[in-house]
């Protein structure tokens, strides 16, 4: 019978020890104010287990229970800005409240991974950042890299070997196809996307009514009111050269202006920045690259099979301003300036020596012939173009001037010399 007893009370203080206790209070900080949200947990003395938790109420009140064989366990308080605090209590039921000290809480750096391209209908997203190296400064230095597009030596953007036909900056068409100038002096770091639009309809009205199978380009900035630009000043001496390039910038929401100056007598061609690239769609009126009417040529020196700037004796400068604004507060009208001076002079010689055989009816000869070359172009252009671009409706107006002063000069020496021994053909130049 003894026996039994003691198996009994073992049994029930066994019981006892494993039963469940409840621990409750409250976490105020320093004024005595309740802390909501703080973690209490209770956990085993050297396991790193939590057995139980609870997190506080609006008014810092907490109740945590658990079960656990150890006499005595870790009750963990932690708040943000606040200092965790660690207190071993008895395992038993009972209730505590404690005062946290203020700490500042330090959130770990964290990184956020975009995607290198995203597409969302007929627009293709690429961020600009997963393409540009070190070495790259301007946008178009980018593009080129980019998949689908390719930009040609004299600007012309093509995708997916077509030409656009509209370039926008954050969904406007400042330059009127004339994007070479934005293209090649944009600051890389400004540029957030470049989103290729496909399909693009730049008339509105026409949306879902005449289909198009080209694309548009449009430059999503980082900023919606962005001041930029570029500036490039390079000298030298004996004999004189410069490569002077300054462009500043300004994009906003409601207007938009891009001036630019451009000289050197290094042999950069910047005269044709302004030419038209991407001309639109149809219903917007015919856009061509104006030039002059020649009625007399003078003989042209030849040029050899090499990039122009190894052999362009140049000295440029051009000049162009483009403006946009809106004059409506819907903004659906717009007026646009453009306006562009150039001035160029060009020299160029070439020299070929010609042997020729002799016949019976014609002795050998030699023939010798130098062309100088000396072209000035002197341009201007200028826009004013009103535009609305609406789904209830479409209007454009352009007025255009164009002016040239330009002068071709040529002079050529050429010497035949006859000879009655015989000779071989041949033919050297440059």
């Known amino acids: 019978m003894k026996k039994k007893i003691s198996l009994f009370l073992m049994i029930f203080f066994s019981v006892l020890s494993f039963a469940q206790k409840t621990v409750s209070g409250k976490i105020t900080d320093e004024d005595g104010v309740g802390i909501p949200s703080a973690s209490v947990t ?83 997203a690429y961020d600009l950042k997963a393409f540009d190296s070190k070495s790259d400064r301007t946008l178009a230095d980018v593009m080129k890299k980019i998949p689908g597009i390719e930009v040609n030596t004299d600007g012309t953007i093509l995708y ?15 330059m009127e196809g004339g994007y070479g100038t934005i293209n090649n002096s944009l600051p890389k770091d400004a540029v957030q996307k470049v989103e290729v639009l496909e399909n693009h309809q730049p008339v509105k009205i026409l949306q879902d009514k005449v289909p198009s199978d080209q694309a548009a380009i449009n430059i999503k900035l980082k900023n919606s009111v962005t001041m930029t630009g570029r500036g490039e000043v390079g000298v030298g001496a004996d004999p004189l050269l410069w490569n002077v390039k300054l462009t500043p910038m300004f994009f906003g929401q409601k207007s938009q202006w891009v001036v630019n100056y451009k000289s050197n007598n290094v042999g950069e061609q ?46 440029v400068h051009y000049v162009s301003a483009n403006y946009l604004t809106n004059i409506d507060k819907k903004k659906e009208w717009e007026l646009k300036v453009n306006a562009n001076y150039t001035n160029n002079a060009v020299n160029r010689e ?38 609305k671009n609406a789904k209830k409706g479409f209007f454009k107006n352009t007025t255009s001037f164009s002016q040239y002063w330009n002068a071709d000069r040529g002079v050529v020496d050429r010497t035949v010399n006859s000879f009655c021994k015989f000779h071989k053909t041949r033919r050297r130049g440059y």
């Open 42 to 124: 209770v956990e085993e003395p050297g396991k790193d287990a939590i057995l139980a938790y609870a997190i506080t109420n609006s008014k810092g009140e907490y109740k945590v229970t658990f079960t656990s064989a150890e006499s005595n366990v870790d009750l963990k308080v932690k708040a943000f800005n606040q200092r965790p605090l660690t207190k071993q209590i008895n395992n038993g039921d009972q209730t505590l409240s404690f005062k946290m000290e203020s700490e500042a809480t330090e959130i770990k750096e964290v990184q956020l991974k975009t995607k290198m391209i995203t597409s969302r209908g007929d627009t293709i």
């Open 160 to 174: 997916q070997g077509n030409a656009i036909n509209k370039f926008y900056v954050n969904g406007k068409d400042l």
């Open 270 to 315: 910047v005269e044709n920045e302004g030419n038209i690239l991407a001309f639109g769609n149809r219903f917007e009126g015919r856009r061509i690259n104006a030039s002059q009417n020649d009625w007399l040529n003078v003989e042209n020196a030849s040029t050899p099979n090499l990039p122009v700037k190894r052999y362009l004796m140049n000295s």
């Open 350 to 387: 070439s020299y070929s020596e010609t042997d020729y055989f002799a016949t019976t009816d014609e002795p050998a000869s030699k023939v010798t012939q130098n062309i100088l070359n000396n072209f000035y172009t002197d341009k201007a252009k200028g826009e004013l173009i009103f535009t």
